[in-house]
Every structure is written in structure tokens, then in C-alpha cells.
């Protein structure tokens, strides 16, 4: 199989693990101030302690492979996205820091803002970046060619705002999964409320994106590909569906599962509309590519690497698994 695409395989694996695994301690530092009991906030924390610090891991690994294995993509993409880059970076460290000092401080209130603060701002800063390589990069002679600040546009900051909530639904099924009594209930009732918001964002997005950019909208709606690319919709419906159905019927397990498969389906769409550019819609994967030599030796690096994160995420998640009552801290 070609190198080249195997990493970019590699390096969409791992940002859509982040997405997937810190999605939900993100929503649910979204949804942190929304419930007014300490007790219940301090359950809500405990029940992504064990997970937060690793769950990052992916962020790292999709990073640092973007800058391995198309070096021409990431010099490109970097001075685009500076500013929400690096907003992206302290809300973060914010969350972080909040983790560690919650527990122990004299003052949580503080901490709880702090957290849940970091949780929003870096929750809409992804989305940013995600919408503006959507839109396009402007490139001349291989490099950038815009202005420190041509994301913030209409388009960018909708992504933004859409992944924020699509987040805090995250967030809210993974309470649902994971936490017992009122807090179990004000999280079922929290999801049913963010449920037509997410709606209308990945509406909207779906709608948007062919509308604005007659490359994606080719993608799709071409022949035969209208016909061969049906399903990834179709199943998005379903899925939708069956998500709406298992949450108002007491479901555990289901409704997260429901919202882990539509992240899914939206990043399998992403890159449909997106192959094979790297900086749409000038850069393709083989353009942005090193030699044949430092492909090889990444994907070395990829195959001893990878199996050792999975294995610790896997072990982490399974030991950890189950209810978390209320009082119950790993600190």
C-alpha cells in the first residue's frame, strides 16, 4: 500500500480519537457550570479523571505526525491558524491546571470556571480550525499567502460554535453512561435540549460546504459518486434516529454509542469531500509528502508506537469502567 496514504490514514486515525475520547471531557467542562450542586459538578469531574490526560495523547500523536509526514501541509497550515492554534493551547493548559488544583483548593469555584471556561474556548477554537481548512488555505509558491486572521469568518465561527455543542451532547451521553440518580436524569434532560441544536449546526454544515465549494459539491453529487456516497447520509439518518429513540427510552450505553457513530460518519464525510488535499484546495497528500525513505521509517515508528497507545487506552477505559457514585473521586 502507498506510504503516503497510510499515514495520512495514520494522522486521521488519531484526530478523530481525540475527537472522539477528549470530545466528551470537553462537553462535559461545557456543561460544568450548567449544574449548580457541587457534589454533582465533583462527580462530573471524577468521571473523566482518569480518562482526560491520555485521552490528549491523540492530539499529540495527530500533531506531530502532520509535521513528520507532510512537513509542506503543516509549514502551511500553522501560519493560517496561529490564533486559534494558540487560544486552542492555553484554554487547555487552563483545563489543566484546574484538574490538578479543583481537588485540593480551599476555593473550587475558581477552578470550576477555570475549567469550564478552558472546556468552551478550546471546544470553539477546534471548530474554527476545522472550518477554515474547510474553506481553503490561500497558498502562493507553496506557502501561505492570507492574513493572520482570514478563519474568522461567518463559516469558521459556526464550525466553531457547532463543535461545542456536538461536544456538550458528547459529553452529556457519557454522563448518561456513567453516573447514577439526579445527575444521571439532569444529563438525559440536558442531551433532549441540545439535540435540535446539533441538528441545525451539522444541517447547516452539510448544507454549507457544497453550497460554498463547487469541488465538494462535484465530490457528491457527480455521478456515480451521488449514487456510491448515499449511504454515509443515509446512515447518519438512521443513526440519528436511533439515537433520539434510545435516549428518550432510558438507554445507558446506546445513546453515546449513537453519538461516537454520527463523529464518525461526519468525519468519513470530511475526508470524502476533502481527498486527496491535504491544504484544500491546493495541496495534495503527495504534494505535501517527504521522500519514500522518511515514510518508511515513520511508519516504523507508527507501528511499534500505535499498538503501545491503543493497549494503554484500552486498559485505562476497561479498568475504569462502570458507574462513578456520587462522592467518588480518583484524585
Not at 462530573?44 to 482518569?50: A, D, R, W
Not at 438525559?188 to 441544536?197: D, E, H, N, S, T
Not at 453515546?256 to 469531500?273: I, N, P, T
Not at 488535499?277 to 497528500?285: E, G, K, R, S
Request: hydrophobic fraction near 55%; proline fraction near 6%; charged fraction near 15%.
Amino acid at each position: 500500500m502507498d506510504p503516503t496514504f497510510m499515514l495520512a490514514a495514520v494522522i486521521g486515525f488519531a484526530l478523530l480519537m481525540y475527537v472522539l475520547l477528549d470530545g466528551f471531557d470537553l462537553g462535559i467542562g461545557i456543561l460544568f457550570l450548567m449544574d449548580t450542586r457541587p457534589e454533582d459538578r465533583h462527580t462530573m469531574m471524577s468521571s473523566i479523571t482518569p480518562f482526560w490526560d491520555g485521552n490528549e495523547t491523540w492530539l499529540v500523536l495527530g500533531g506531530a505526525g502532520l509535521f513528520g509526514a507532510f512537513p509542506l501541509a503543516y509549514a502551511t497550515l500553522l501560519p493560517a491558524l496561529y490564533v486559534p492554534v494558540m487560544v486552542m493551547l492555553f484554554a487547555l493548559v487552563f483545563r489543566g491546571v484546574a484538574f490538578e488544583y479543583r481537588f485540593k483548593s480551599g476555593r473550587p469555584r475558581y477552578w470550576d470556571l477555570s475549567f469550564s471556561l478552558g472546556s468552551i474556548i478550546a471546544a470553539v477554537a477546534q471548530g474554527i480550525m476545522i472550518g477554515a481548512v474547510i474553506s481553503g488555505i490561500p497558498i502562493i509558491d507553496r506557502r501561505f499567502a492570507g492574513g493572520s486572521f482570514d478563519w474568522l469568518t461567518p463559516f469558521n465561527i459556526m464550525c466553531g460554535f457547532g463543535a461545542a455543542v456536538g461536544y456538550a451532547l458528547l459529553g452529556a451521553t457519557w454522563l448518561i453512561m456513567k453516573t447514577e440518580g439526579r445527575l444521571h436524569e439532569w444529563s438525559r434532560w440536558r442531551a433532549r435540549q441540545l439535540v435540535p441544536f446539533a441538528a441545525a449546526f451539522f444541517l447547516l454544515v452539510t448544507v454549507w460546504t457544497p453550497y460554498a465549494h463547487p469541488y465538494v459539491a462535484e465530490r457528491w453529487f457527480s455521478r456515480p459518486n451521488i449514487f456510491l456516497l448515499s449511504p454515509l447520509p443515509a446512515m447518519s439518518l438512521l443513526l440519528g434516529v436511533l439515537f433520539w429513540r434510545e435516549l428518550n427510552k432510558g438507554s445507558e450505553v446506546a445513546p453515546f454509542a449513537c453519538v461516537v457513530g454520527l463523529l464518525l460518519l461526519l468525519g468519513a464525510g470530511l475526508a470524502v469531500s476533502l481527498y486527496p488535499y491535504v491544504v484544500p484546495f491546493d495541496v495534495t497528500l503527495w504534494d505535501a509528502a517527504p521522500q519514500r525513505e522518511s515514510q518508511m521509517f515513520l511508519l516504523i515508528g507508527v507501528a511499534v508506537l500505535l499498538p503501545i497507545i491503543l493497549a494503554y487506552t484500552g486498559y485505562n477505559y476497561w479498568t475504569f469502567r462502570g458507574k462513578v457514585s456520587a462522592g467518588q473521586s480518583y484524585e
